[in-house]
């Protein structure tokens, strides 16, 4: 009976779907978007461009184009070096690559900054 429970399911979700579709269909709004859009692709495949290049000529026309920026950059932005101090009191040893770890912070709270930055090994 649960199969049979799924499937009317399914079918009652299909034919939301369908008339939400339906509706869609007959919006203004989405008919010239999609005007539009086949109007775009018609001209990208006449001269033979591809949506990179086509985003490379609205770059050039504005450059606040978000899609621009996401293709001059090179990705994401180098890590920072790993940094490891060792508390010659205690002998714990911290592996970092930022500065506000919890136990640096406590060292530098108990022992100053200074002394703990010469704790950093290389």
Known sequence: MAKINDYYQKKQLMEKLAAEL????????????LEFENK????????????RDFLQILAAIDPSITGAKAEVSTGTRAKRPMK??????????VKTRGGNHKTLNEWR????KEAVQSWQQD
């Open 22 to 33: 339906e509706k869609l269909e007959n919006d203004q709004a989405l008919k010239g978007e």
């Open 40 to 51: 775009v692709r018609d001209l990208m495949k006449h001269y033979d461009k591809s949506p």
């Open 84 to 93: 490891t101090y060792k508390n010659p009191h205690t002998g714990e040893v």
């Open 109 to 112: 709270e108990k022992h100053g």
